[in-house]
């Protein structure tokens, strides 16, 4: 017997949100357009937003995070789901099949890296719509909002495979969670893996084989499929069982705004945050990708830290909610319960609130951030070290001290080095030629009236333990501004830290 | 090999002036030490662990 052949139609569609809504709509089998609308109508508006003009969609797409949820869960549902799905690519220019096809055959005529590059330029990313009318949107990947202010440091570079011709893409894969297999907790690990796993070179878990490690050592009040949420003790299990054990800054054992600071030093970090949030509605996942600076000080530390801490500045924050879609703009704020009316019930002390795209707020319960296993030092201790080294810099220097307290791959952070404007030839090729860093840094970089001062670099691999944090764990520092050379003399000769 | 070019004047950044410090001494350079010790120390005080073990499990995100 003759298989039927495949068959995978290309074509071409202008971009008008009407129409992207209606692709959804035919891709996932739905007779009418009624439930989900949030989704498509989330992403219809976010593709006009950063400039959509095409799509091309392919009819028939095997995803593999898809195909485990049929073998998982839908083939052995009475009715029949396909096991494929349909892709749309966006793009920012016109397109359709002529020009398409001239592309694919410039490319067969020798110009395949210049037919890439073509595409490339205009390439707004992908949408996987299931073939599931009521959850429709599967993975996908979107570029960010170009701006100078929102700062995405948790993205992760996809390859996408088109007709043979490879597309880069910069984003962080969001998709709609799907009950039967996912709550919003899993597909908040999903997205929030999605980015640590790429970056040290693992595969991403599927959303079926994240809810198993979820479910596997406590069940909290269900079965484990149709998929019905998850603890933070369970989005813990999870991440532990992908070795990205999860840094719990839980609410109430710091203040809010301490609170905000681990969210931000996670994030400029490029590490994603799950958030665990109390809503109106009940208690939902969300992860957060990027943060917008803003004001001064939205988030100041205590009142004896004599210096700016930089990652409080800010009160944006981008989240990857499955409610909407992707990238979704959140504000954060301290409510104090005694001032102000709106406050939840129950709720004695300040808390860290959260608005989502303009719906009622919410609290933050917890901040859940996916660790490398060897990263063992917490955003927690990087800000003490911070508040520890301060009075031994803000004494001596003159001028507006602050701080930006992060995270960084070695690797990155000395390559980093390389295009620092600031920083003296001779100080880097003595700094590279003799330092030895574990894997992770921790950094906290010193300014002076917003200019660079100095870096610390902090050692990630033990425990804080000792009186002093820089004697402990402080590898070195580099020094910008030479002229403080003397301040920092005398803090390596207390502290035994090398000095560039 | 190439020689790496040489930067010209006009490329060199404005001087800016000397950024002006304090030269510590040895006992004030330690009290700066130990101060930093204390507002870390005040700053360990404040962590309240999470107040019972059942509200982190029970929390359900759906």
Redesign the interface.
Known sequence: MVSAPIDNQLWCQAFSTSEFIEEIRLASQATDYTDNSNQADYLANYLEDIGARSLLIENRYMDRHFIEEVGTFYSRCLSQKRNYTTRIHAFSRDLDLVQFRGILQDAKAGGREEAERELERDYLGFVVVRPLPSVPIGRTVLRTYASEDRKFYALADYTVHLTGLELKIRGLAFQQQDRGVAACATTAIWSALQRVCRHEGCRVPTPSQITEEAVRHYLSDSRPLPASGLSIVQILDALRAFDFPGDLVYDGSYSAEELAIYVNIYLRSGIPVILALDLPEGGHAVTAVGFAKGKKKSFPPLNSFGAEMLNGGFSKIYVHDDRFGPYCRAELSVVDPQRDPQHLTQQPSRYLAIEIDGRPRGKVRGAISPLYPKLRTTAREMYEAAIEIEPSLSQYIYGDLSVDVFFARSGEYQAELLDHADLDEDVLADFQIQVALSRYIGVTRWYVDGEPLADGLWDTTDRMRRETRAADALLGMIVYERAALPVFNKLRDNTGTLLW | MAEKPKRTESSEKPK?P???????DDD???R??R???E??K???A??????SEDE???????
């Open positions: 800016k000397k950024r002006q410090i304090t030269i510590p004030s350079f330690e700066s030490v101060k930093g010790i507002h870390r005040e700053t360990q404040q962590y309240r662990p999470a107040r982190i499990l029970k929390f359900i995100c759906r």
